[in-house]
């Protein structure tokens, strides 16, 4: 089946700092999405991305299908400490009736 | 809108028990549902898709007499996993999808452990 390779594993950044992650893939997807998951809950729908070139934002966070539809990054600017959590990224085919394969995520850690 | 509930959030139970969780759409139709497993540090797996009034499709390698999937109505699915061992203790994870909005939405999670 499909696999995302979605880097870095973790991140260690400083309050204020912006923050980069990216997953990709060696087959193509039709949906990209980002998910942020907090411990103990379930994932929380972030950004969804439809299109190749996609760049879509929610207030600090933006996020882009890559023109590939291999890949997709996710960047958060100006961190806070709410910001800590699991990111993950899924992705879909159309003709996959929905099922999302999700990559390993990316722990997030913000100091003050 | 788009709330998934998840009941219970936490279970402990014996070994060679049987434990059902449920996952419900409050506010919108589901058709269909999605059961994920999730083990500590670890990402999200896809078990099984669960569909309103037929039967669920079990991933590759997920044993369908062990995970019994009920989805009887348009806004409930059951996961009741059957006979549990420790090695079933894991955080299960249900979504489902509101045609009116984008993505999916997930339940709050179920940590189930085996004793």
């Known amino acids: 089946g499909q696999q995302l390779n979605q880097s870095p594993q973790s991140m260690f950044i400083q309050e204020g700092e912006d923050v980069s992650m990216n997953c990709t893939s060696s087959?193509?997807?039709?949906?990209w999405l980002w998910y942020k998951q907090d411990p103990g809950e379930g994932p929380v729908l972030l950004i969804a991305?439809?299109?190749?070139?996609e760049l879509t934002s929610n207030g600090r966070l933006t996020a882009q299908f890559g023109i590939t539809r291999k890949d997709s990054f996710l960047n958060i600017s100006a961190s806070i400490p709410s910001d800590v959590g699991i990111y993950f990224c899924?992705?879909?085919?159309?003709?996959?009736?929905?099922?999302?394969?999700f990559g390993d995520g990316t722990t997030l850690t913000v100091k003050p | 809108g788009a709330v998934v509930s998840q009941h219970p959030s936490r279970v402990i139970c014996k070994s060679g028990t049987s434990v059902k969780i449920e996952c419900r759409s409050l506010?919108?139709?589901?058709?269909?549902m999605f059961w994920y497993r999730q083990f500590p540090k670890q990402s999200l797996m896809l078990m099984a898709t669960?569909?309103?009034?037929?039967?669920?499709?079990?991933e590759q390698g997920v044993e369908k007499d062990k995970f019994l999937i009920n989805h009887a109505s348009l806004t409930l699915s059951t996961l009741t996993v059957t006979s549990a061992h420790p090695e079933d203790s894991s955080f299960y994870i249900c979504?489902?999808?509101?045609?009116?909005?984008?993505?999916?939405?997930f339940g709050s999670g179920t940590r189930l452990t085996v004793v």
């Open positions: 979504s489902a999808r509101d045609s009116a909005r984008l993505g999916y939405t």
């Open positions: 087959s193509i997807f039709n949906t």
């Open positions: 991305l439809y299109k190749a070139g």
């Open positions: 899924a992705g879909q085919l159309r003709t996959n009736a929905g099922k999302s394969t």
């Open positions: 506010d919108f139709q589901a058709t269909t």
């Open positions: 669960s569909n309103e009034g037929s039967k669920a499709t079990y």
